[in-house]
């Protein structure tokens, strides 16, 4: 088992940034890809961005050139750097990380982003 917190999340203006993190725990040998997810209030939960356990990293076309994803695999922790926030940016962020086939998820943490 994989246990993944996530931590980071607040209330920010737009234009300000949040740093997100996501700590794992448990067996975590061969973890591969790990990335972050968020779901807005009525929306579907989309993919933001993901690394790969060699630091390739991929985004999603609404934050690219925003936010940025890195690991530290020594400390099993990944982060999500936000910049130049928005409100549409609102949601429930969460951390998922995959092993062996399996995808394990985090609890989620709330960043709103007011105008």
């Known amino acids: 088992q994989v246990q993944l917190v996530e931590s980071g999340g607040d209330l920010v203006q737009a234009g300000g940034s949040l740093r997100l993190s996501c700590a794992a725990s448990g067996i975590i040998f061969s973890i591969n890809a790990m990335g972050w997810y968020r779901q807005a209030p009525g929306k579907q939960r989309e993919l933001v961005a993901f690394i790969t356990r060699s630091g390739s990293t991929n985004y999603a076309d609404s934050v690219k050139g925003r936010f940025t994803i890195s690991r530290h695999n020594a400390k099993n922790t990944m982060y999500l750097q936000m910049n130049s926030l928005k409100p549409e940016d609102t949601a429930v962020y969460y951390c998922?990380?995959?092993?062996?086939?399996?995808?394990?998820w985090g609890q989620g943490t709330q960043v709103t982003v007011s105008s």
């Open positions: 998922t990380a995959s092993r062996l086939g399996y995808d394990y």
